[in-house]
């Protein structure tokens, strides 16, 4: 049966309603002409060799020949749906963005659900960040929120992604993924100590990616309409609430139904089931940051519900299953630097780093006019002075590819005019990672507090699980003084459980050593 065209395909797919269509269109060639035969190839004489004119042929393996695209080099393995947004309370004294103008307002949104370490065939159970990507069509423009299902990161300073990436693919000789590789650097960066403890935790295994919730991580700006900003943390939780699996369903899973999450997530919305999410900010000034026990430019923290409660904003529902998984799931392409007016980033290096490299990441995965692939395609108009290139889709027609006078383009005026807060004081090259006693604070209360004995035993396990194959013994104990620095008990559990002595917590300097975070004087919404 013929399926019914939906938001997301007219608006941006006008030519999909030929490929959605199962009702046996006739076969052609690339070029469109009609192909009398699927299997017969032109030869010279009935058991000659092939004749290079059936361009049919040709342009059949040509095209096969280069199906592939490199893979997301990390968060490979995904899944994804179509939905919308909509805006549920008024927060226009904090954002200008042309989508909370109105209660009510909605934008078209895809979102995609991923983990990050394996390759795209790995398994959806892994014992990893999920992440949680979502596309906002907005009518100023696609507004990307690239977040992860953890209010933290495993590091502050930006240049160890790449490290610590490279510690969770495989080993340069054996092509193994190795145990020790990821407590090496782990044991070495212990400002990770906060996510890896939730990592290790059931929390590290969620069950599918309906059932748990997405943070930005990062601190934000969001600017309103007289130019004043907050910083902000989004949060969206999971209406359906949030699910975990164990260590050992989790492993079992991964073998016999390694696809069980992008199979819930199909099959939800197919029935109708359709996955929801409620989004809410914190928002602190610049004062309050100034006094702030943290920074709010550190990855590795988060901010206190108590202090910073969530206010809502709006909700997110999945209700459109893709049709066709490559042209709007893989080649979709998000990045922290898609944004609108109303949203900035903030001097977070990690988050500074990240506009830059998705973009660089997609020139090369998608091409040039990665922009212009329908599922990346704004809604509202794009005139530029970019051209050409190649797959130039939309390449703006009659329209001057320079500032003419003749025709020129108009430019929207924002409210306010500086183009963004910062203000930079000099230059400088910090080692941020620097640890203090402020960092075993939160991953502290997370593991003294916030869980139970039950979540406090299962943490115990699945680190012993997975710690009992280090072979070297330095990085076996620099990672169990990392735990003994945050709960001695925590770090004994493990090590009774693998049978080696017990290990003192990790030194670090003070608290008061740590570098204090200096807001800009006078730029904040209510200072
Ligand atoms: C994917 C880089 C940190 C969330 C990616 C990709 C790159 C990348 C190159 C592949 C994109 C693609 O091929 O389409 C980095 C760098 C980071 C960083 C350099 C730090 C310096 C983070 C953090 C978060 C995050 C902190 C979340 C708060 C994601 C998500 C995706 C992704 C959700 C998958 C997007 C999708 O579904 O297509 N990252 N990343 N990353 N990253 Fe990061």
Redesign the pocket.
């Known amino acids: 049966a013929r399926r019914t065209l939906t938001s997301y395909t007219t608006r941006n797919m006008p030519s999909q309603q030929v490929f959605n269509t199962k009702d046996g269109a006739t076969y052609t060639t690339s070029n469109g002409a009609p192909v009398q035969e699927p299997y017969a190839a032109g030869r010279v004489g009935t058991f000659g060799p092939l004749a290079i004119q059936d361009f049919h042929h040709i342009d059949l393996l040509s095209h096969f020949d280069r199906e592939r695209i490199p893979e ?4 490979a393995k ?1 899944a ?1 749906a179509h939905g919308y947004f909509e805006v549920t309370h008024d927060v226009t004294d904090i954002c200008m963005a042309d989508l909370f103008s109105k209660v009510g307002n909605k934008a078209n949104l895809t979102m ?3 983990t ?1 370490g394996g390759e795209s065939g790995s398994a959806d159970t892994a014992r990893d ?1 999920r ?3 979502i596309k906002l069509r907005t009518q100023q423009g696609n507004w990307d929120w ?3 299902n953890t209010p933290v ?1 495993f ?1 502050r300073d ?1 240049a160890k ?2 490290h610590f990436i490279h510690t969770q693919k495989r080993d340069p000789q054996t092509h193994l993924k190795d145990v020790d590789m990821f407590w090496d650097y782990l044991s070495q960066n212990p400002e990770s100590a906060h996510q890896v403890l939730i990592l290790f935790s059931d929390r590290g295994t969620p069950d599918g990616f309906a059932h748990q919730h997405g ?4 601190t934000y700006k969001w600017v309103n309409a007289k130019g004043e900003f907050v910083y902000v943390q989004i949060h969206v939780i999971a209406d359906k609430g949030f699910k975990t699996l164990n260590n050992e369903q989790a492993g079992q899973l991964a073998g016999d139904n390694p696809d069980y999450g992008t199979q819930e997530l199909f099959e939800m919305i197919e029935k109708g089931d359709y996955p929801s999410w409620t989004v809410s900010v914190q928002t602190m000034t610049a004062e309050q940051a100034e006094k702030f026990r943290y920074s709010v430019l550190d ?1 590795t923290k988060i901010w206190p519900h108590s202090d910073y409660p969530l206010r809502p904003v709006g909700k997110i529902v999945l209700n459109e299953n893709p049709q066709n998984y490559f042209a709007e799931i893989e080649q ?3 990045s922290p630097s898609h944004m609108v007016p109303g949203a900035e980033p903030s001097a977070d290096p ?2 500074q ?2 506009l830059y ?2 973009p ?3 020139r090369h ?1 998608l091409g040039t006019n990665y922009q212009q692939l329908p599922v990346n395609a704004p809604v509202c108009p794009v005139a530029n002075f970019q051209r050409d290139g190649a797959m130039a889709f939309n390449n703006q027609g009659s329209r001057p590819n320079y500032q003419s006078s003749i025709q020129p383009l108009t430019y929207k005026k924002s409210a306010y005019t500086t183009a963004s807060h910062e203000q930079f004081l000099g230059a400088s090259i910090l080692d941020l990672s620097f640890m203090t006693e402020l960092d075993w604070e939160q991953p502290r209360a997370l593991y003294q507090k916030v869980m139970n004995d039950k979540e406090r035993a299962a943490t115990i396990h699945n680190l012993s699980v997975h710690m009992k194959n280090i072979k070297s013994k330095v990085v076996l104990e620099r990672q169990l003084s990392v735990w003994a620095a945050i709960d001695q008990s925590l770090a004994d559990g493990i090590s009774k459980t693998l049978g080696v002595p017990t290990v003192a917590p990790m030194k670090v300097a003070p608290a008061s050593a740590a570098l204090r975070y200096q807001a800009y004087a006078g730029k904040s919404a209510k200072g």
């Open positions: 997301r080099v990390v968060h995904g994804g995609r659900f991923s990050v960040p992440g949680f990507a690239v977040f992860n990161f590091i930006p992604f790449p943070y930005s991580g990062h990855l979709v392409a998000f990690v988050l780093s990240r490299s998705y660089d990441t997609h995965r």
